[in-house]
């Protein structure tokens, strides 16, 4: 089944700098790379995402890319603030299996003003 | 438009008792997915349901089960409960039909003892 790592597990960056967080899966035939944050007490939310059949995203501060030959998607973070300090995880949805997402282990995002 | 709500927010549930937990997914959407998170674990895949029909299932025992009314809410049991369910357990809600945006709730906060 379908596996996806992400790196790294913490990161620590300072106000206005730029954040970059990796993740690799495994199963060529996954077609769509949700990126979620999590802050304490609440449930992930969706913050971009990008399908199989698109190489870039981008949304104001926040962009994704993907590399299907090498499996792998990044999410980058352009001047970071603080309220930016979240967890964020990477996800995959296995091919024709919509509705189940397989998540990475979450990056702990710190932005120090 | 309102989110999607989980009921209870908190939970305390004794070692062998069983436990039902409910989602109300957005207004629309036909597929609500279950996942459990733990700090060891992470994230990971329950079951999936659309419109009434279990269409995904995760790698869980048979004691975590689920069912979706026709109105789309969700519910997820969890029987003979075992000190390692303890765990925040997210409903995602999201249209079904291919890879579209899965939304989460706050969760539900299990506690066994």
């Known amino acids: 089944g379908e596996n996806v790592e992400q790196h790294p597990s913490t990161l620590s960056v300072q106000e206005g700098d730029s954040a970059v967080i990796k993740c690799t899966y495994s199963?060529?035939?996954?077609?769509?790379f949700p990126w979620y944050k999590q802050e304490l007490g609440k449930g992930p939310q969706l913050i971009i995402d990008?399908?199989?059949?698109?190489g870039e995203k981008k949304d104001q501060r926040i962009a994704v890319t993907l590399n299907k030959t090498a499996k792998h998607f990044s999410l980058h973070i352009t001047e970071t603030q603080p309220e930016d300090s979240a967890v964020y995880f990477c996800a995959a949805t296995p091919y024709n299996q919509g509705g189940k997402l397989i998540f990475g282990q979450g990056t702990e995002l710190s932005v120090k003003p | 438009k309102a989110g999607v709500t989980q009921t209870p927010r908190y939970l305390i549930k004794t070692r062998g008792q069983q436990v039902t937990l409910s989602c109300s997914p957005i207004s629309g959407h036909r597929s609500v997915s279950w996942y459990q998170q733990t700090p060891g674990q992470g994230l990971q895949f329950l079951f999936e349901y659309f419109s009434e029909t279990q269409r995904n299932k995760g790698n869980f025992p048979g004691r975590f089960s689920g069912r979706q009314f026709s109105n789309s809410r969700s519910e997820m049991n969890v029987s003979t409960l075992e000190l390692g369910d303890s765990a925040l357990y997210l409903c995602a809600s999201s249209l079904g039909l291919g890879n579209t945006e899965a939304f989460f709730g706050q969760g539900t906060r299990l506690t066994v003892v």
């Open positions: 990008i399908r199989s059949n698109v």
């Open positions: 199963d060529s035939a996954s077609n769509y």
